[in-house]
T-cell receptor
Framework: QKEVEQNSGPLSVPEGAIASLNCTYS??????FFWYRQYSGKSPELIMS????GDKEDGRFTAQLNKASQYVSLLIRDSQPSDSATYLC??????????????FGTGTQLKVEL | DGGITQSPKYLFRKEGQNVTLSCEQN?????MYWYRQDPGQGLRLIYY???????QKGDIAEGYSVSREKKESFPLTVTSAQKNPTAFYLC???????????FGQGTRLTVV
């Protein structure tokens, strides 16, 4: 079982619709969760972080966390063509040598169609 | 501007050659990481360092080496022992009380 799992997609939504991206994680000790956006050939860019159960909204983005179900999601409202990218889910974990690491899912490709 | 700088952006390696990827940050972050990204496989951790003069292997450290002589710098050497080095390499850093990681722009390494 992968530590962080995402559907690879592609997820296609029409412009103006809500895009829903999902992620599950296996480490119950994970405390912090992140969504990164990665355009083709570029490095990941942090767009949302969430630490407690419930919803967190930032502009058109809403992150949702359910620790009991080990589930994280990202909603993008009023999707725009510029939102077309790969979205990476990440969760913190404990490294063998101490300290924290970020474990990433393989990403979900989102395509927003005109 | 504060940030993480990776260089070069593109790098070509001949068979049997060692190459070094640079990563410098001026964010005063303690922790630094190297990830490798292959198509469809997400980011995999190569090495990490929590403090100067200390570093640990990640999930795929074989064929790689690092050093952390300065807080700002965490170079990665891809040795000839790494049989399939063609990939996109990403350096990241985090502060002690900051859980988010921030990435450099990446280095794309190709074996020729």
């Amino acid at each position: 079982q992968k530590e962080v799992e995402q559907n690879s997609g592609p997820l296609s939504v029409p412009e103006g619709a809500i895009a829903s991206l999902n992620c599950t994680y296996s480490d119950r000790g994970s405390q912090s969760f992140f969504w990164y956006r990665q355009y083709s050939g570029k490095s990941p860019e942090l767009i949302m972080s969430i630490y407690s159960n419930g919803d967190k909204e930032d502009g058109r983005f809403t992150a949702q966390l359910n620790k009991a179900s080990q589930y994280v999601s990202l909603l993008i409202r009023d999707s725009q063509p510029s939102d077309s990218a790969t979205y990476l889910c990440a969760a913190t974990g404990i490294l063998t040598g101490g300290g924290n690491k970020l474990t990433f899912g393989t990403g979900t490709q989102l395509k927003v169609e005109l | 501007d504060g940030g993480i700088t990776q260089s070069p952006k593109y790098l070509f390696r001949k068979e049997g050659q060692n190459v070094t990827l640079s990563c410098e940050q001026n964010l005063n972050h303690d922790a630094m990481y190297w990830y490798r990204q292959d198509p469809g496989q997400g980011l995999r951790l190569i090495y990490y360092s929590q403090i100067v003069n200390d570093f640990q292997k990640g999930d795929i450290a074989e064929g790689y080496s690092v050093s952390r002589e300065k807080k700002e710098s965490f170079p990665l050497t891809v040795t000839s022992a790494q049989k399939n080095p063609t990939a996109f390499y990403l350096c990241a850093s985090r502060g002690v009380r900051i859980t988010e990681a921030f990435f450099g722009q990446g280095t794309r390494l190709t074996v020729v």
